[in-house]
């Protein structure tokens, strides 16, 4: 079974940005879509962003148009660059894919 592990959080600044990953061990993508969801204390989980393998992505209206999603299938691995951080996309971020989740990489923004 595919096992997906995220990295890149971290404690940063507001109007600071981050760069997470997600690695794909085990086996390539196979599902079309991947996704980034994140969940804040006391808050459900959330959809952040997602991308298709065509590249075509799609984001929830809070990240839009800081948050950019890509995905490098030759290495198994899809991103998420966060830019222009707030204190409220503190969360624990997870990658997705057809119903496999991550660990999950803590977000911390200071403001």
């Known amino acids: 079974q595919v096992q997906l592990v995220e990295s890149g959080g971290g404690l940063v600044q507001a109007g600071g940005s981050l760069r997470l990953s997600c690695a794909a061990s085990?086996?390539?993508?196979?599902?079309?879509?991947t996704d980034w969801y994140r969940q804040a204390p006391g808050k459900e989980r959330e959809f952040v962003a997602g991308?298709?393998?065509?590249?075509?992505?799609t984001y929830t209206d809070s990240v839009k148009g800081r948050f950019t999603i890509s995905r490098d299938n030759a290495k198994n691995t899809m991103y998420l660059q966060m830019n222009s951080l707030k204190p409220e996309d503190t969360a624990i971020y997870y990658c997705?894919?057809?119903?496999?989740w991550g660990h999950g990489t803590q977000v911390t923004v200071s403001s």
């Open positions: 991308i298709h393998l065509s590249g075509s992505a």
């Open positions: 085990g086996r390539a993508f196979r599902a079309d879509f």
């Open positions: 997705h894919e057809a119903g496999v």
